[in-house]
């Protein structure tokens, strides 16, 4: 039962251009969502994160919209670079738990075309 | 440098041998995890450590075995019992409880021959 999914498998965008990456949720006991960015062959890094306090978070080009009612969550990126490309994947977690235990997605592939 | 290192970055090993991948972390973080990525599919967790000389298992502990007599270190044992070990495992810490986000290292692609 994937509690995390991320419906588009890879993303196409011109470079300069707004890339949206969504991401939707199933459990009403998250809390707390990040994205993280991932080159092959490579660890995630942490790009960026929101509670569910908020609903926007904003830093430099990445910005995260969180809608609770709908258990959606996107990540915008503007505008796209070239370096941008690579996978990204989103977590959740419920921190009202006991662990920090993360529940990633499938990820989304963004390719940002110069 | 803080960070998050894990050797080898390549392994080969033959079918029925039990291979310890390495993880250490000098970010003075308590929590430390094992995921293993497959083509297609998120991160999914192996086993977790919140603390030295605890860990609990996680979604797909089946077939693995971990340690963590130390705080920088969380040593992942591959065993024979794993049917399909060949993967990218990626070790991660946090600082622990409920904060923080995780920081992963560089992962290790396990092949099995």
């Known amino acids: 039962d994937q509690q995390v999914k991320q419906n588009s498998p890879s993303l196409s965008v011109q470079e300069g251009r707004i890339s949206i990456l969504n991401c939707d949720y199933t459990?009403?006991?998250?809390?707390?969502f990040l994205w993280y960015k991932k080159y092959p062959a490579e660890g995630p890094t942490f790009l960026i994160s929101i509670s569910s306090i908020k609903d926007k978070n904003e830093d430099g080009r990445f910005t995260v919209f969180l809608n609770k009612s709908a258990k959606h969550l996107s990540l915008h990126i503007v505008p796209s670079q070239p370096g941008d490309s690579a996978v990204y994947f989103c977590a959740a977690s419920a921190r009202g738990g006991a662990t920090n235990k993360l529940i990633f997605g499938t990820g989304t592939l963004l390719a940002v075309q110069p | 440098d803080g960070g998050i290192t894990q050797s080898p970055k390549y392994l080969f090993r033959k079918e029925g041998q039990n291979v310890t991948l390495s993880c250490e972390q000098n970010?003075?973080?308590?929590?430390m995890y094992w995921y293993r990525q497959d083509p297609g599919q998120g991160l999914r967790l192996i086993y977790y450590s919140q603390i030295v000389n605890d860990f609990q298992k996680g979604d797909i502990a089946e077939g693995y075995s971990v340690s963590r007599e130390k705080k920088e270190s969380f040593p992942l044992t591959v065993t024979s019992a794993q049917k399909n070990p060949t993967a990218f495992y990626l070790c991660?810490?946090?600082?622990?409880?409920?904060?923080?986000?995780?920081?992963f290292g560089p992962g290790t692609r396990l092949t099995v021959l």
């Open positions: 459990n009403s006991m998250f809390d707390y």
């Open positions: 991660a810490s946090s600082i622990g409880g409920l904060l923080g986000e995780q920081f």
């Open positions: 970010l003075n973080h308590d929590a």
